[in-house]
């Protein structure tokens, strides 16, 4: 039995070894992705395959609740030196899109397998439909790039060479894939040495406790959480501004049920299986560490101390339908998922805003538009493909500060690259790049700004990808007064006569001297905005975060010649009107819930569960085609009843023969 010193030093030394992995990593990877972005993972692993160690400096910060039990169960007869990768969402349920290749490594000592280590590398390029493997469009797996079971890529020490030659055949920069995966093998290498070192130090029977405890004593402190939240059931639900290129929102819905030192997260009431590549791949698991990340932002918000392992999952049950957008069947398309997981944090965000509301934050722009070039580069002669930046927005107003500007809250982990070395790698010019002003949502702390970003571009027919675009309709929440936060964008050649605004397309092809400009959402705000000490709002005029009209017309404050006018504040905010909504979503959603309200969306769900898996987004599409001039539940049973009228071949669930004749 471990003391608390004693296993806190255990917990010192892996954190410390996968630190070292991560530095491994981050220090010998080929793409821009990897190095600088940093779009990766390391991990150390129980014989389970239940990680038990994450870096807190490096890397993404998705994955602490990882299993690979089941990837490394697909696989027999492991032997020292073997290392065994995935990147199939549909296999052992590790990976969640193609670009992402785990990898894992067996430990052994005395023969017998103690530990794993492992992670994965966001790959530029995987093949498939479009440069970078992603876009909204896709429509199944088969047009994401190539996919790879879980099987040996390593074999006692040795490449597999055809594994490499398949791969090399099949993707668009194979020297970027091949030269990541190296890296992490030589991560994995890393975690390998710091694991027998600390068998070493603690003997193996002690290592093998003390991994044990480490989970025992990260669910012993999200359950000690969990028990100073008030018992109840919290109810939220948030969107995507676009289901596929049919244009319609994608809804995620939460029940939120808490009792005692444990929670159920039932996603039941979210949209159905997509004809997009929104979809997130959790196969059902209770537990899939995609479906829990908000929660792992939300207890670490709770404690800082708290241990990051898969312990953290234990408390939390999550019920998410088979054919739904959170628990896809194959072929399904998942590609953007990660779209789809910005969302999927917001609600839990959200219900969590109802249960302890003294304690959280405001929305967080909850996009990160990631941007990919695939062009040709006139200094070398050869086509490039580079991830250029991440464009992430603010975060939400914090119960004790404003939200963190350009980069937020839960995408911070994406980092941003430098424009030299941009510029250096990829043949564009960086014309912007900053804080968009008034962005932020008002409140007495306001809501982190929105990044944005313009390039130019040189060769004819550059293509980008620029994947999670996001947040252009359904505005980031602010709370308890707060107002929601500004817009995300897209542009073309923006303030000249061929301007194209494209909205939440990914994709675009570029001419010779073309401009892209993005632009990403802000974070909500918290707490009334006529309650933000006006020598605040003097300072954000001046550091060109709030215009001087905003100033006035939302906080209440007359600035004159840059200094407050404390008669003419006073007498403006004692007109200004207070709100006593939790939330505050924007003109936007209050609309269009005017026609879409609860109930309508309770009965679409229980028309689309009742139809085969296949047909069920096909009768979402058609029935808000004939919504309009409908609204509410009586809505949805016109619109359905006319789809059916219309189709003949959808299917009739008894439940709706009347409603269908």
Not at 62 to 67: E, I
Not at 87 to 106: E, I, M, Q, R
Request: charged share 20%; glycine share 10%; net charge negative.
């Amino acid at each position: 039995m471990f003391d608390r010193m004693t296993l806190q030093v255990l917990a010192n030394h892996a954190r410390a070894a996968a630190e070292n992995m991560a530095h491994t990593l981050h220090r010998t990877a080929h793409s821009a992705f990897v190095k600088e972005t940093q779009d990766f993972t390391v991990m150390l692993m129980d014989r389970e395959g239940d990680t038990f160690a994450v870096p807190m400096e490096l890397g993404a910060t998705w994955y602490p609740g990882l299993t690979y039990g089941r990837a490394i169960r697909m696989i027999e007869d492991y032997r020292p030196g073997d290392v065994a990768f995935t990147n199939d969402p549909y296999s052992g349920h590790v990976a969640t899109h193609a670009p992402d290749t785990h990898l894992w490594k067996p430990i052994f000592d005395d023969g017998e397998i103690v530990a794993w280590a492992g992670g994965h590398i966001h790959n530029t390029d995987m093949g498939g439909a479009v440069p970078a493997s992603l876009s909204r469009s896709l429509t199944e797996i088969h047009q994401e790039g190539i996919r790879f079971p879980p099987m040996k890529l390593v074999n006692e020490g040795e490449f597999d060479p055809m594994i490499l030659r398949i791969m090399e055949t099949n993707v668009r920069k194979p020297s970027l894939n091949i030269g990541d995966i190296k890296a992490l093998v030589g991560a994995l290498n890393t975690g390998e040495r710091k694991v027998h070192a600390m068998i070493a130090r603690f003997g193996k029977a002690g290592f093998l406790q003390g991994v044990a405890a480490l989970k025992d004593q990260a669910e012993a402190q999200a359950r000690a959480i969990l028990s100073g939240i008030p018992d109840g059931e919290y109810v939220f639900a948030d969107y995507a501004d676009e289901d596929s290129d049919h244009a319609n929102p994608c809804r995620l819905k939460l029940t939120l049920r808490i009792k005692g030192d444990s929670a159920v997260l039932d996603f039941t009431g979210s949209d159905p299986q997509l004809a997009s590549s929104l979809n997130v791949p959790s196969g059902g698991d209770p537990r899939h560490t995609i479906l829990l990340v908000g929660i792992y932002y939300v207890l670490y918000t709770l404690n800082p101390r708290i241990l990051l392992n898969t312990g953290l999952t234990r408390p939390f049950t999550c019920i998410a339908p088979e054919g739904t957008v959170l628990n896809p069947v194959a072929p399904a398309a998942v590609g953007m998922r990660s779209l789809t997981c910005a969302r999927l944090r917001s609600v839990i965000f959200g219900a969590f805003s109802q249960a302890i509301p003294d304690r959280m934050p405001a929305a967080p722009a909850g996009n990160n538009c990631i941007v990919n070039v695939m062009t040709r580069d006139e200094r070398t002669h050869k086509t490039v493909i580079a991830a250029v930046n991440p464009v992430v927005g603010g975060g939400g107003g914090m119960p004790h500060r404003d939200g963190t500007n350009g980069s937020g809250a839960d995408a911070a982990y994406l980092k941003n690259t430098p424009i030299e070395i941009t510029e250096a790698e990829v043949p564009v010019e960086f014309v912007r790049y900053g804080l968009a002003r008034d962005s932020g949502g008002a409140g007495r702390w306001r809501g982190g700004l929105a990044t944005e970003m313009a390039f130019r571009v040189f060769a004819p027919d550059t293509r980008i990808t620029a994947r999670n675009r996001d947040r252009s309709f359904f505005r980031p929440w602010g709370v308890l007064g707060g107002r929601a936060a500004g817009l995300s964008d897209m542009v073309v050649n923006p303030g000249t006569p061929d301007e194209r605004r494209l909205g939440n397309i990914d994709t675009a092809v570029l001419q010779p001297g073309d401009v892209l400009e993005i632009r990403s959402a802000g974070g909500g705000g918290r707490g009334h905005p006529q309650e933000r000490e006006p020598w605040r709002v003097a300072r954000d005029v001046a550091r060109g975060y709030v215009s001087a009209q905003a100033a006035q017309e939302v906080y209440g404050v007359v600035l004159k010649d840059g200094t407050v006018d404390e008669t003419a504040t006073m007498v403006l905010r004692a007109k200004a009107p207070v709100s006593a909504a939790h939330f505050h979503f924007g003109p936007e959603r209050e609309g269009y819930e005017a026609q879409w309200t609860g109930a309508a969306y309770d009965r679409l769900t229980e028309i689309l569960s009742a139809l085969p898996i296949h047909w069920r987004f096909f009768a979402k599409t058609e029935i808000f085609r004939r919504m309009e001039g409908r609204s509410g539940a009586e809505g949805v049973e016109a619109a359905f009843a006319e789809t059916c009228a219309r189709f003949p071949d959808l299917p009739r669930p008894n439940l709706y023969a009347e409603a269908a004749e």
